[in-house]
Each structure stands twice: as structure tokens, then as C-alpha cells.
């Protein structure tokens, strides 16, 4: 029976139900298998045919091994899924070495490389920052001869806006000095509005999308600053932004179905009353990460892990437009994190009740939570879902929140307290 019936390998870091993958796959008809962690284990399915766990899902060798073991058992897989932004190069390259069918590193290099996605960007015609290659100081002080300052500094691989560094002027170059060796990316300074746009690229035109603005930034919340974002609901706004992110998506992925995670800055254009300039920052190959699947799915009712799932698993993704659901129509979200770096532990949280009256989802930790030290926006601090019936009405709850809550934490031995003050909304 093991022989007849196909395995999907899935690659798996999530505690909470980011991904429904028993809606994805049928468990009944595949042998479904995990590599995960021990946080991660806690949500995989009762259902799974067998797991595996490992230190770290992206750590090429533990998953490889992983991958490995279970194929003695299931057979080779017939395809491997990863819907984490963190392990989607190690399902590239597991893909490769299994001779598994999907994306390959060539094919996710354009969404992983920053310099690559930039530039594939604007060959499309489409507006971006200045952008170079970064080897060294001194390739970003010839760049600044020519671009002038401020200027920012970042790894050409990094995720969450990890190394991301802005300088100002010569004085700040040596602060260049310190960083660990890696591939960087340097880029003009573009002060506009940020917003992140989450849809889906059908390979033809744009499917369901929709554009939100971060509410402080996810360069700030490294730092300790809470970061939220609340979705867009001007039309004059939503129309630019719409046909930048349909034109982004075919120039990054062709005539291929992508779901897309994409940030741009948005802000007045010198073409007169009401113009919007729209210009280029990221994009990931990937649903959004923070509260955003839930958001989508609870508010809108749409699953966009669904469709991420289904192009690696080689179907055509096909997703219901949103529609009005009860209470709302306008979805945010809300992260506050803790007042020192993890690992670290909860000993009190303050203004919950007040957040419970404004959220209509929250994820907070009890006292004497020992906060893990993982990559990404699921262990931070406190987590909070909104909605609405309008912006407005969203972004004054997102922002009650921000300046009501706030979590006392002790570190766990090599932490370093933070400002407390940081833990808020930064106005």
C-alpha cells in the first residue's frame, strides 16, 4: 500500500495554523509527510503519515537527512511543499536533489537575491531606487558620490528587514565595518508610505489582491517598535498601486501563477492634485508572513496559503474574489513585541483587557512564557487581528492597541534589555 500511493513531503516551522494543509492535500489518497521542528510539530496533522523533526527546517543537511528518511519509508517524493518564506531555498534545493519537479534555485533566485529582483524589476520599466552591489564600504561610498545620501545598506538575502541599515551622510560608513561577511545591496532613500500588496499572479492578470500600510515599519520592530499595518480602502490610491503590482508580478514571474508578498512605497506624484507615484521595494515568492493569512482568511474568506500550496504542488491555483463578512470589510493587524531581545521571559502584560475589546482575534502570552529565540513574526511578543468598515476605523483600533499594551520580559541569560519605551506605537 506504502508503494501505491504518491508522497508529499512538507517542510513545516509553524506552532500556530498558518497553513490548513489538510485542505490542500488529501491525506486519505497521498502519504503526506512533515519535516519539522518542535515548535512546529504542535500543528502538524493528526492525519500525517509520518514526521520527522529537526533543529532547524532551514538547515539544508537536518531537512536533507529528514527528506531521506522518510523516503525509505513513503518512496521518493513526488513533490516537496514549503510555504515559510525561511525554507523555501531549502525546498529548492531538495527539490534538485530529488529530482522532484517544481522550483528550482534558478527559478527563486529572482525573489530571493535582492539585486536580481530589483533589476528584473526595472528592465520591466518599472520604477525602483538607484540600486548596486555592496561588496565593501568603499562600493557604497562611490555609489553615494553618485546618488548622494541618505542611502540604505542591506543583505542581498535578508528577511524581516534583518541588516537593513540607513545612512546619512560619510560619518555613518563606519558602521559598515563591523558586519558580518555577506552579500549586500545599496539603494537610494525613498521616504514614501510603505505598503505591502498580498494576491495572486494567475500567470495572465491579477487574481484577489489587497494593499495595506504598515503602521511604523519592519526595520523599526527589529528595534523594538510595534508594527501593525491596516488595508487600503481609497480607490484613487488602490488604482496605481493595483496596475504597478499586476505589471511587478508578470516582470518577477512571467506567465507562471505566483502568490505574492509585494512591498512598494507610495506617495504624491509632481504630476499634479491626487497623483500617486508608486516605486519599487520587495517582493517575496510567498504568502505574507505576521498575521496576514489569518487576516485574509477570517476577514475576507480567502485562503491564500491554499493557492501558494497548489502551485507547488502543481495545480492551478484558483481563488474566490473577497467579499463582505460579518463586521467588516477592511482587515489589520497588530504585533508587539518584547521589551527585550527573546530568548527572554513573560513575567506580566499589560492593557489585554483593553486590546479585547478592539481586536477580534489575539494571540498573548501568560506570564512565565519563555519566549523562543526563531526567526520570523510568529514568537515576538503579542499578536492582534482587526476589522472593520473602513481604514479609518481599523487604523484608530491598530493604534488604541499599540498605546495600550505593553509586555515586561526578563532576558534568559545572554539577552539585552531594550527600552521599554520602544514596545509602543512610534507616532
Not at 132 to 151: C, M, R
Not at 198 to 217: F, H, I, K, M, Q
Not at 295 to 304: A, F, I, Q, S
Given at each position: 500500500?506504502?508503494?501505491?500511493?504518491?508522497?508529499?513531503?512538507?517542510?513545516?516551522?509553524?506552532?500556530?495554523?498558518?497553513?490548513?494543509?489538510?485542505?490542500?492535500?488529501?491525506?486519505?489518497?497521498?502519504?503526506?509527510?512533515?519535516?519539522?521542528?518542535?515548535?512546529?510539530?504542535?500543528?502538524?496533522?493528526?492525519?500525517?503519515?509520518?514526521?520527522?523533526?529537526?533543529?532547524?527546517?532551514?538547515?539544508?543537511?537536518?531537512?536533507?537527512?529528514?527528506?531521506?528518511?522518510?523516503?525509505?519509508?513513503?518512496?521518493?517524493?513526488?513533490?516537496?511543499?514549503?510555504?515559510?518564506?525561511?525554507?523555501?531555498?531549502?525546498?529548492?534545493?531538495?527539490?534538485?536533489?530529488?529530482?522532484?519537479?517544481?522550483?528550482?534555485?534558478?527559478?527563486?533566485?529572482?525573489?530571493?537575491?535582492?539585486?536580481?529582483?530589483?533589476?528584473?524589476?526595472?528592465?520591466?520599466?518599472?520604477?525602483?531606487?538607484?540600486?548596486?552591489?555592496?561588496?565593501?564600504?568603499?562600493?557604497?561610498?562611490?555609489?553615494?558620490?553618485?546618488?548622494?545620501?541618505?542611502?540604505?545598506?542591506?543583505?542581498?538575502?535578508?528577511?524581516?528587514?534583518?541588516?537593513?541599515?540607513?545612512?546619512?551622510?560619510?560619518?555613518?560608513?563606519?558602521?559598515?565595518?563591523?558586519?558580518?561577511?555577506?552579500?549586500?545591496?545599496?539603494?537610494t532613500y525613498c521616504g514614501d508610505p510603505i505598503y505591502h500588496v498580498d494576491g495572486l499572479w494567475t500567470?495572465?492578470?491579477?487574481?484577489?489582491?489587497?494593499?495595506?500600510?504598515?503602521?511604523?515599519?519592519?526595520?523599526?520592530?527589529?528595534?523594538?517598535?510595534?508594527?501593525?499595518?491596516?488595508?487600503?480602502?481609497?480607490?484613487?490610491?488602490?488604482?496605481?498601486?493595483?496596475?504597478?503590482?499586476?505589471?511587478?508580478a508578470e516582470a518577477l514571474g512571467g506567465r507562471q501563477p505566483w502568490v505574492f508578498h509585494l512591498e512598494?512605497?507610495?506617495?504624491?506624484?509632481?504630476?499634479?492634485?491626487?497623483?500617486?507615484?508608486?516605486?519599487?521595494?520587495?517582493?517575496?515568492?510567498?504568502?505574507?508572513?505576521?498575521?496576514?493569512?489569518?487576516?485574509?482568511?477570517?476577514?475576507?474568506?480567502?485562503?491564500?496559503?491554499?493557492?501558494?500550496?497548489?502551485?507547488?504542488?502543481?495545480?492551478?491555483?484558483?481563488?474566490?474574489?473577497?467579499?463582505?463578512?460579518?463586521?467588516?470589510?477592511?482587515?489589520?493587524?497588530?504585533?508587539?513585541?518584547?521589551?527585550?531581545?527573546?530568548?527572554?521571559?513573560?513575567?506580566?502584560?499589560?492593557?489585554?483587557?483593553?486590546?479585547?475589546?478592539?481586536?477580534?482575534?489575539?494571540?498573548?502570552?501568560?506570564?512565565?512564557?519563555?519566549?523562543?529565540?526563531?526567526?520570523?513574526?510568529?514568537?515576538?511578543?503579542?499578536?492582534?487581528?482587526?476589522?472593520?468598515?473602513?481604514?479609518?476605523?481599523?487604523?484608530?483600533?491598530?493604534?488604541?492597541?499599540?498605546?495600550?499594551?505593553?509586555?515586561?520580559?526578563?532576558?534568559?541569560?545572554?539577552?539585552?534589555?531594550?527600552?521599554?519605551?520602544?514596545?509602543?506605537?512610534?507616532?
Amino acid at each position: 500500500m506504502t508503494a501505491l500511493l504518491p508522497h508529499i513531503l512538507v517542510i513545516h516551522r509553524w506552532r500556530d495554523h498558518h497553513a490548513r494543509y489538510e485542505d490542500y492535500i488529501d491525506h486519505r489518497t497521498h502519504h503526506v509527510t512533515y519535516v519539522t521542528t518542535g515548535l512546529g510539530r504542535e500543528s502538524v496533522p493528526a492525519a500525517a503519515a509520518g514526521t520527522v523533526t529537526v533543529r532547524a527546517t532551514d538547515d539544508p543537511a537536518e531537512v536533507s537527512a529528514a527528506a531521506d528518511t522518510l523516503a525509505v519509508r513513503f518512496g521518493a517524493p513526488a513533490r516537496v511543499v514549503a510555504l515559510n518564506e525561511g525554507d523555501l531555498e531549502t525546498a529548492a534545493d531538495l527539490r534538485t536533489r530529488l529530482g522532484c519537479p517544481g522550483q528550482d534555485p534558478a527559478g527563486l533566485a529572482p525573489f530571493r537575491d535582492k539585486l536580481v529582483m530589483v533589476r528584473a524589476v526595472a528592465a520591466a520599466g518599472l520604477r525602483t531606487p538607484e540600486s548596486a552591489d555592496a561588496p565593501d564600504p568603499a562600493a557604497v561610498k562611490e555609489f553615494a558620490q553618485t546618488h548622494g545620501w541618505p542611502l540604505i545598506v542591506k543583505p542581498r538575502r535578508g528577511t524581516a528587514s534583518r541588516g537593513v541599515l540607513r545612512l546619512d551622510s560619510p560619518d555613518d560608513l563606519p558602521a559598515l565595518e563591523g558586519l558580518e561577511p555577506e552579500d549586500r545591496i545599496v539603494q537610494t532613500y525613498c521616504g514614501d508610505p510603505i505598503y505591502h500588496v498580498d494576491g495572486l499572479w494567475t500567470g495572465e492578470a491579477l487574481g484577489p489582491w489587497r494593499a495595506s500600510r504598515y503602521v511604523n515599519t519592519c526595520a523599526g520592530f527589529g528595534a523594538g517598535t510595534a508594527l501593525g499595518s491596516v488595508e487600503e480602502d481609497d480607490p484613487e490610491l488602490l488604482g496605481p498601486i493595483g496596475e504597478f503590482t499586476a505589471a511587478a508580478a508578470e516582470a518577477l514571474g512571467g506567465r507562471q501563477p505566483w502568490v505574492f508578498h509585494l512591498e512598494v512605497f507610495a506617495g504624491p506624484a509632481d504630476g499634479g492634485a491626487g497623483a500617486v507615484r508608486v516605486t519599487f521595494l520587495e517582493a517575496g515568492w510567498r504568502v505574507g508572513g505576521a498575521e496576514i493569512p489569518f487576516v485574509w482568511r477570517e476577514v475576507h474568506g480567502v485562503d491564500l496559503m491554499a493557492a501558494a500550496a497548489a502551485v507547488q504542488l502543481g495545480r492551478a491555483p484558483r481563488l474566490p474574489e473577497p467579499a463582505p463578512r460579518p463586521g467588516g470589510r477592511v482587515g489589520g493587524w497588530l504585533l508587539v513585541s518584547s521589551p527585550v531581545p527573546a530568548p527572554c521571559t513573560v513575567t506580566a502584560v499589560h492593557g489585554a483587557d483593553r486590546a479585547e475589546a478592539l481586536a477580534y482575534a489575539q494571540v498573548v502570552p501568560e506570564p512565565g512564557y519563555a519566549m523562543p529565540r526563531i526567526g520570523g513574526y510568529e514568537h515576538v511578543g503579542a499578536r492582534f487581528r482587526f476589522r472593520g468598515a473602513s481604514t479609518a476605523e481599523v487604523r484608530d483600533a491598530v493604534t488604541a492597541t499599540a498605546a495600550a499594551v505593553r509586555l515586561e520580559c526578563v532576558p534568559d541569560r545572554d539577552g539585552e534589555p531594550r527600552s521599554r519605551a520602544a514596545c509602543g506605537l512610534d507616532r
